[in-house]
């Protein structure tokens, strides 16, 4: 699946990855409802960081369509917020 992190490009991860990524998209979900920053800050880093260690860049001129996009790491929560779906920002 490809998945775009927003002013950083795109990364390719396996279906397998879904299930890690879903853990963290949870967490996040849950620090906006909370309207907890902290909290907020730190998930959406995890996620991030979990999305760029199991994912392979694809090169830069790919255009490649994304499966999910993700905010930029200094997105606030109001930005997320807005992007979240019915099931967060990774549905499944």
């Known amino acids: ?3 775009r992190i927003m002013g950083e490009g795109q990364l390719d991860l396996t279906d397998a990855d ?16 909370a309207g907890d920053e902290d909290t907020f800050r730190k998930a959406l880093h ?14 830069p ?14 997105a606030g929560m109001d930005e997320v917020r807005q992007m979240l779906q019915d099931d967060g920002l990774i549905p499944g």
């Not at 001129?61 to 200094?74: G, K, R, T, V």
């Open 1 to 3: 699946m490809i998945v």
């Open 18 to 33: 879904l299930d890690l990524l879903n853990s963290f998209d949870s967490a996040l979900e849950s620090a906006i409802e």
């Open 46 to 59: 995890d996620l991030l960081a979990k999305v760029r260690e199991h994912g392979t860049p694809l090169p």
């Open 61 to 74: 001129d790919a255009l490649e369509p994304s499966q999910f996009i993700l905010p930029h790491a200094e």
